[in-house]
């Protein structure tokens, strides 16, 4: 029913930034929350930021203050503007939807991933 795209993953220098996009398609319902998720080498996958169809917002200690999730419901795309990069956020991010079909029934989405990798 849905189909995740990702890009802007890459290489970057740490402080560096990169900007992340998310690219939905199919049955989106109003009522849904987006966001990113990361896998580091080694490590499991972790919450990185999240966004409601409300306008809410949710981010990993982590990452507050660098990272800033974006959405536009007219296009069904989120972002991710990471800012002063660190090593330690070389992971593969992972764009995850969770839409609300009815009250008891919601359906979870995945992209395929895109590494990104800080240099230091």
């Known amino acids: 029913q849905v189909q995740l795209v990702e890009s802007g993953g890459g290489l970057v220098q740490a402080g560096g930034s990169l900007n992340l996009s998310c690219a939905a398609s199919?049955?989106?319902?109003?009522?849904?929350?987006m966001g990113w998720y990361r896998q580091p080498p080694g490590k499991q996958r972790e919450l990185v930021a999240a966004?409601?169809?409300?306008?809410?917002?949710n981010y990993a200690d982590s990452v507050k203050g660098r990272f800033t999730i974006a959405r536009d419901n007219a296009k069904n795309t989120v972002y991710l503007q990471m800012n002063n990069l660190k090593a330690e956020d070389t992971a593969v991010y992972y764009c995850n939807a969770v839409i609300q079909y009815s009250s008891s029934f919601s359906g979870n989405y995945w992209g395929q991933g895109t590494q990104v990798t800080v240099s230091s």
């Open positions: 966004s409601t169809s409300r306008g809410n917002s």
């Open positions: 199919g049955s989106i319902f109003s009522r849904n929350v």
